[in-house]
Each structure stands twice: as C-alpha cells, then as structure tokens.
C-alpha cells in the first residue's frame, strides 16, 4: 500500500478526468488511438501525478524525472493531462490533428512542449531512454528514466537489442514499463505474433519483472516505488495487466478500438460508462485504501 | 594548384585521423561520448575508450539500438559520435537516424568508415554505395565526406562544434594526404578549389580529391587547365563554388566513390539545372549498379573515377 486512502480516491478522480477528456478530444480529432490511451490511463495518471518529478515548474531543468513514451500512438492521452499540468494551453486540444495544430496521432516533442521524444515509430523509445539513462549516470545526476512500451511493440527487434544493452550495462535508473494489453491492430497479440511467455522473455533478458494490475492506481504505484528502490544490479521491468479501451464497455478488451472515432451517440455511452467506472474505482479506494 | 594543395605519395588511415581527433575531443570536453556497434576497433574509437572507457559503449552487433541510444545521450545533454561502418550507419538503423536523430534535430554526430569501395575485398555486401543518397534527403543533417587525413580531423572537430546531426563518411584503409597544412581554412558547407583552372571543372570528393589531382596535373601537360574542386560537404552544397565553375569554365564533372545517383553528382546536377545549365556535364561513380570486387585501386579504374579515368572523361567532354 502505497497510498493514503484520499491520495488513492483523488487519483482514481484524476484517471477519469483524463479518460473522459481523452474521449473529447477523440471527438475533436476525428479519431484517435484511443483503445491503447485507455489502456494506459492509470500508469499515465500514476507517473505523471504522483511518482514522477515533473511538473509545470521544472519540465524543462536538467534533474527532472523523464518519461518516453515508446507506444507514441498513445499521444492523444498525453494532450489532456499535459493541458492539465499547465504545460500546454488547454485551449489548443479542440485542434487536435486540425491544420497546422501542434497535435497529431503521434507524439511529437519539436511541436508540444513537456514531450521528451517524438515517437510512433515503434521500437525505438527503450534505446533512447537507456540513452537518457546513461546521460544521467555520466553527468552524476539521479534523475529517472521511465519508457512506457505497447506489448505489441516487443515484436520489434530493437527492443530485445535494448533490453540487452540495459541489463549488460546495468542500468537501473531506467524503469521499463510495458502496457501488456494484448491486442494489437491486426488482432490479439498472441493471433498476430506469439509474445508468450513474455515475462519470461524479459527474465531471460537479465531483468527482475514485476506483473501488477495495470487498472489498480495504487498497486501501479507501488511497484514504481518498488523499481525505484531497486539497489541490486539487476534492471526491474513492469509488465501491466491492462485491457485497451479499459474502462468504456464497448472498446473494453477489443482490438478494433485501437484507433476509432466516436459519434455523438458513442460519445455519450462512452461518458456514461466512464462514470459508472469511476464510481466502481473510487468504492474499490474507499473498500481497500487506508 | 594551390599552396596548401599537395599530391602526395603519403597515405594515412582516415579512420586512426578520426579516432585521435575524437580523443583530443574527449580530452577537452566532458560531454564528449563514443559509441559503436562491435567495430570498435576497426573505426579506431579504442583510441577513447583506451583513455575514457566510462564514456564509450560498445553495444555489441546492434545498429538501431546504438542510434537510438545516441539520440537519448545527446537529449540527456552529452555530445555522443557513433561510429561503425557506411553500409550499416546509413541503412540498417535508418529509421532509427530519421526519426530519433535528424527529426528530433538531436546533437549526435555519425561516423561511417569503410565508404564507398574502399573495403573492396570485403564484398559487395560490404561496399556502401548508396549511404549519402539514404541519408541526402534527411531535414537537418549535414553530410560530410573528407578527403584525407588531415581533413577529417579537421572534419570531426568541427562536427563537434557544430550543433545538430552530421554524418562524416570516411575509408577503410588509408588515403593520399591532399594537403600540407590544417591551415587551408576548413568550413563546413564551404568547398576547397585544389587547383586553378579556367578549362574544364572536376568538382569531387573523398578519395577522388587526390585523383582528381593527378588527372589536372597530367592534364597540365597536354594544355588543358583543369579546375579541381573539394566539394567535402555533400550537404548542405556550396552552390557559389558551382556556379563559379558554371561560369567560369566549359563544363563539368563530379567524382565520387557511390552510385551516381543521389550523392556528389546528383547535389551538383541540382544546382547547375536551377542555374541555366552547362553544355557539358557526367557524373563519375559506380553507374547503377551493385559494385564488383577486388583491389581498390581496380574498382577506381574499372569505374573510371581514378586519375586515368578522370582525365579520359575530361577530354571526351572537352572534345580533344
């Protein structure tokens, strides 16, 4: 337990603000990729909110917590909370893909402020967070480096030529985090390409894996803590039990809703259910919290 | 040819010139970092890591991930230089150099030895033929190709002192030494006129400096005053120093070590076709083909881009 029972309720508050103005902008941008944000919306809200030294006061200074985003098709997720954070101008999410909007389908750091990588093309967020990782050992700094991966994004082979440099260079200022939502846009992830045993791919590789509920804020957060006490040699991966389009009955668990866009009617079930949703997380905080 | 211009019988390894100046580099600056993909050796970044070891890494057979890693040391506020061969810096992580490196305008700098044919016995496989015309349409990088020893030095110090991404393509083995001093005034962007000449203009880069040298020498003799051009920055181009030569003589000819399509020869026929256009004009390198095998100096004469060939297309086009 990591959390006091009001931390936990008021995050709980904060994953659905993010869900419900996810689906807004979802609306705005004429589709998104908005199954893979869902899936994501509690690590997000548990890095951005309460693990990570990052804010609007210190994105840019040197000893600042990073986080890369490897899944950059999670980008529409990252508007509203960085609009939340006050690093971006709430007033520019309605552009959201429009002409000349500094927000497309994919992450973009040269164009929204608070990004640390420009990413989507998948494979490449571990290397440069191992990159950053090292940085920050060379410039004697105590910063970390969280990279957030899609399951479906370990297909590629740079990954495993990352996770081979981190365990072989002994880099535990990096945390490794996969959303293990086991869809990907072809179909489910062990139709399309076999990832299975995939925590013990990463044994294999040389790290410690923790698999926690990727739904349940307080656990998330205490394995972050967990990865960050980490004082052995041994390189710590987070694998995340989630659902894409967790928390939307519709979208739960399928792969269609990888990228989607939601009508009027849709949106307006989309709210209903994330309400009911969070009604159900915070009695579960109240239920469980101390 | 000019004062700091020499032809020279010396031949030097451009990847040793790499490797020290990269170790004075580290020398001066901390942030200075190395990077290689198991070819530590053979690019000479064991000259740093002889020295610096905690700034090296050496990320064993695996390209993407070393590009990739250089993107993240160079956000992280380091000047990483990852280093292997042409073939594999330009094509086997090049969605890694787009997207990490250039796009992000990440202040990494690649090394790419063994360019061109110059690991000739190696194999086609091993020749990087097409290396500057992946990267030539990348938005913020600077591609550099120097022509021997003292120029590439001269090269790798400036990348560092240039902000941004650049890809400096240096040989296998060793080239000519073209000039007798560091003092010739090296300017990225900026092209070196090796000879005067009024004649005809051979504009090339690398290994083809000193041939084309060689090629304004003989030519000297039989009357014709060849104009030789060091057009070491591939991009961004120096149009003046083409437009110069458009102007100024009767045509011209690129020479360069890579299919003649999208390098050297390509960069110059862009400037020249939006600038009116010369009567005479070839592109020497490997014509659109996969390269053969065998000893360097072969390749250069099968492919007509040594001295010989050179001044056999100088004269065909000169119409003597």
Same mark, same amino acid.
């Given at each position: 337990?990591?959390?006091?029972?009001?931390?936990?309720?008021?995050?709980?508050?904060?994953?659905?603000?993010?869900?419900?103005?996810?689906?807004?902008?979802?609306?705005?941008?004429?589709?998104?990729? $908005?199954?893979?944000?869902?899936?994501?919306?509690?690590?997000?809200?548990?890095?951005?909110?309460?693990?990570?030294?990052?804010?609007?006061?210190?994105?840019?200074?040197?000893? !600042?917590?990073?986080?890369?985003?490897?899944?950059?098709?999670?980008?529409?997720?990252?508007?509203?909370?960085?609009?939340?954070?006050?690093?971006?101008?709430?007033?520019?999410?309605?552009?959201?893909?429009?002409?000349?909007?500094?927000?497309?389908?994919?992450?973009?750091?040269?164009?929204?402020?608070?990004?640390?990588?420009?990413? #989507?093309?998948?494979?490449?967020?571990?290397?440069?967070?191992?990159?950053?990782?090292?940085?920050?050992?060379?410039?004697?700094?105590?910063?970390?480096?969280?990279?957030?991966?899609?399951?479906? *994004?370990?297909?590629?082979?740079?990954?495993?030529?990352?996770?081979?440099? $981190?365990?072989?260079?002994?880099?535990?200022?990096?945390?490794? $985090?996969?959303?293990?939502?086991?869809?990907?846009?072809? #179909?489910?992830?062990?139709?399309?390409?076999?990832?299975?045993?995939?925590?013990?791919?990463? !044994?294999?590789?040389?790290?410690?894996?923790? *698999?926690?509920?990727?739904?349940?804020?307080?656990?998330?957060?205490?394995?972050?803590?967990?990865?960050?006490?980490?004082?052995?040699?041994?390189?710590?991966?987070?694998?995340?039990?989630?659902?894409?389009?967790?928390?939307?009955?519709?979208?739960?668990?399928?792969?269609?809703?990888?990228?989607?866009?939601?009508?009027?009617?849709?949106?307006?079930?989309?709210?209903?259910?994330?309400?009911?949703?969070?009604?159900?997380?915070?009695? !579960?905080?109240?239920? *469980?919290?101390? | 040819?000019?004062?700091?211009?020499?032809?020279?019988?010396?031949?030097?390894? +451009?990847?040793?010139?790499?490797?020290?100046?990269?170790?004075?580099?580290?020398?001066?600056?901390?942030?200075?970092?190395?990077?290689?993909?198991?070819?530590?050796?053979?690019?000479? &970044?064991?000259?740093?890591?002889?020295?610096?070891?905690?700034? &090296?890494?050496?990320?064993?057979?695996?390209?993407?991930?070393?590009?990739?890693?250089?993107?993240?040391?160079?956000?992280?506020?380091?000047?990483?230089?990852?280093?292997?061969?042409?073939?594999?810096?330009?094509?086997?992580?090049?969605?890694?150099?787009? @997207?990490?490196?250039?796009?992000?305008?990440?202040?990494?700098?690649?090394?790419?030895?063994?360019?061109?044919?110059?690991?000739?016995?190696?194999?086609?496989?091993?020749?990087?033929?097409?290396?500057?015309?992946?990267?030539?349409?990348?938005?913020?990088? /600077?591609?550099?190709?120097?022509?021997?020893?003292?120029? /590439?030095?001269?090269?790798?110090?400036?990348?560092?002192?240039?902000?941004?991404?650049?890809?400096?393509?240096?040989?296998?083995? +060793?080239?000519?030494?073209?000039?007798? /001093?560091?003092?010739?005034?090296?300017?990225?962007?900026?092209? &070196?006129?090796?000879?005067?000449?009024?004649?005809? +203009? &051979?504009?090339?880069?690398?290994?083809?400096?000193?041939?084309?040298?060689?090629?304004?020498?003989?030519?000297?003799?039989?009357?014709?005053?060849?104009?030789?051009?060091?057009?070491? @920055?591939?991009?961004?181009?120096?149009?003046?120093?083409?437009?110069?030569?458009?102007?100024? +003589?009767?045509?011209?000819? /690129?020479?360069?070590?890579?299919?003649?399509?999208?390098?050297?020869?390509?960069?110059?026929?862009?400037?020249?076709?939006?600038?009116?256009?010369?009567?005479?004009?070839?592109?020497?390198?490997?014509?659109?083909?996969?390269?053969?095998?065998?000893?360097?100096?072969?390749?250069?004469?099968?492919?007509?881009?040594?001295?010989?060939?050179?001044?056999?297309?100088?004269?065909?086009?000169?119409?003597?």
């Amino acid at each position: 337990m990591s959390l006091t029972k009001e931390q936990w309720v008021t995050l709980e508050k904060k994953a659905s603000q993010i869900r419900h103005k996810t689906a807004e902008v979802c609306v705005w941008a004429k589709g998104a990729h $908005i199954g893979g944000a869902y899936s994501s919306a509690d690590v997000l809200t548990a890095l951005y909110y309460n693990v990570m030294n990052f804010s609007k006061e210190n994105y840019l200074d040197e000893d !600042r917590d990073r986080l890369i985003i490897s899944k950059g098709h999670a980008g529409v997720i990252t508007a509203p909370i960085l609009a939340d954070l006050g690093i971006v101008d709430e007033a520019l999410l309605p552009t959201y893909n429009h002409t000349g909007s500094p927000f497309g389908v994919h992450l973009d750091k040269r164009k929204v402020p608070g990004l640390e990588a420009s990413t #989507g093309s998948l494979g490449h967020g571990l290397s440069i967070g191992l990159g950053l990782a090292m940085a920050a050992r060379l410039k004697k700094k105590d910063y970390f480096t969280y990279v957030l991966l899609g399951d479906g *994004e370990c297909d590629e082979g740079s990954i495993w030529e990352a996770a081979m440099s $981190i365990a072989h260079f002994k880099v535990t200022n990096l945390i490794t $985090i996969v959303d293990r939502n086991k869809c990907m846009i072809d #179909g489910r992830t062990e139709d399309v390409m076999r990832l299975e045993p995939f925590a013990d791919k990463w !044994r294999a590789f040389g790290f410690n894996v923790i *698999e926690v509920d990727g739904h349940n804020i307080d656990a998330i957060i205490t394995a972050l803590n967990q990865a960050k006490a980490n004082t052995t040699d041994t390189p710590i991966c987070i694998i995340l039990d989630t659902f894409k389009g967790e928390g939307v009955g519709f979208m739960k668990d399928n792969y269609k809703w990888h990228y989607g866009t939601l009508n009027e009617e849709q949106l307006a079930e989309a709210f209903r259910d994330l309400d009911a949703y969070e009604a159900e997380r915070i009695a !579960r905080a109240e239920k *469980e919290g101390k | 040819m000019k004062e700091y211009a020499v032809i020279s019988n010396e031949a030097r390894s +451009t990847t040793e010139a790499f490797g020290k100046a990269l170790t004075e580099l580290a020398d001066n600056h901390q942030e200075v970092c190395a990077l290689s993909a198991d070819l530590a050796g053979s690019v000479k &970044v064991t000259l740093m890591q002889k020295k610096y070891p905690e700034r &090296v890494f050496d990320v064993g057979i695996a390209e993407q991930n070393m590009m990739s890693m250089a993107a993240g040391l160079a956000m992280g506020g380091l000047v990483p230089f990852a280093a292997t061969f042409s073939v594999f810096a330009s094509l086997r992580d090049l969605d890694q150099v787009h @997207t990490d490196i250039c796009y992000q305008n990440a202040n990494v700098k690649m090394l790419g030895s063994h360019g061109g044919t110059s690991f000739s016995q190696a194999g086609s496989t091993h020749h990087a033929l097409e290396d500057i015309a992946a990267l030539r349409g990348m938005a913020n990088l /600077t591609i550099i190709c120097p022509a021997d020893y003292v120029e /590439t030095q001269l090269a790798t110090k400036a990348a560092y002192e240039t902000y941004g991404p650049i890809y400096i393509r240096i040989n296998r083995g +060793t080239d000519y030494d073209v000039y007798n /001093t560091e003092n010739y005034g090296f300017k990225i962007g900026k092209a &070196v006129r090796m000879a005067d000449g009024n004649d005809f +203009t &051979v504009i090339a880069c690398g290994s083809m400096v000193h041939e084309a040298l060689i090629a304004a020498d003989s030519l000297k003799a039989k009357g014709v005053s060849l104009r030789v051009v060091n057009m070491h @920055t591939i991009k961004p181009i120096d149009k003046d120093e083409i437009i110069k030569a458009m102007k100024e +003589t009767k045509g011209i000819i /690129t020479a360069e070590d890579h299919n003649v399509i999208g390098a050297l020869g390509s960069a110059v026929a862009e400037v020249i076709a939006e600038n009116g256009g010369v009567k005479a004009f070839k592109r020497l390198g490997v014509p659109d083909e996969f390269s053969i095998i065998g000893a360097r100096k072969d390749i250069l004469a099968h492919y007509e881009i040594d001295a010989a060939g050179i001044e056999k297309n100088v004269l065909a086009l000169l119409g003597k």
